[in-house]
């Protein structure tokens, strides 16, 4: 029996829109990982201000750039004070507010945005939650994604480069001119290097499965190498799931207005499924209705559960 994850740790879990948030905390200070979607802002301070009882947040790091794990970043800069930390290779996309870098523009997705006060890079360490953290390299599903890892108790922060059943969506091989792929094939061997009790992944439940975890992130890895395109629909799937959470309700005419118009979607359909909006259309809604994240009322998609 492995032990359980320290009392110092606090995993607020949350379903999409956002990210999971991880507060670790040392006396009467706290260090927040990770911040949910913009849109869930106010909820995130209201979970973190709970969980505090009373305690300071200083400090705010982010696993990656992505949406749903910044889009609070300068609500809770604002509620909290803390300072934020990024990883290193962000900081000049996140000081230009590089909207087409940070994939907003090309996802269809918003932030607001925040200042920097820190950078962290691949060797840096840090202590919170009375731990002491390796900032590893996780490039793939982001470029400049980092994972943080407690090598004493094997304690691994993971953010979308592993989950109890996959990964991130790998946009560089769905937009072109970064191979993800073969960056997220590095990061799992560096991931299975790593002595591993606990994963605190990005998304879902924390997790000990960690053998399991990386089989099925191998075996999801070489299914995508055998046909890219299979990254494209996974991508096009996950993608237009957030953007049906977010805007609940959308009419066939707007699936096919966003789908013809988020380049994500357009190059998408561009470079690996050549089809007219319509049966893009079709092919996504009945994805996401068969996998019980949506329903048709009339002809309004509706994100289940609404
Ligand atoms: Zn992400």
Redesign the pocket.
Known sequence: MTAPLPESIQVLERGWLS?NSVLLFDGETATLVDSGYVTEADETVALVNAALRGRTLTRLIN???????IGGNAAVQRAFGCRITVPEALAPIVARWDRTALLLDVAGQNAEPFSVDETIAPGDTFVAGGLRWEAIAAPG??AA?LVFYNREHGILLS??ALWADGF??LFGNVLGGYDALSDARKTLQTLASLTVQWVIP?HGAPFQDYAGALERAWGRLTAFAEAPERIARNAVRACFAFYLLEHQRLSRDAICRALATIPLFVQANDRFFHQPPEALAEWVASALVAAGRARWEGDTLVAHPA
């Open positions: 990210s696993t990656h750039s992505h949406s749903d794990h599903h982001d994604a953010g979308d991130g969506i990005g």
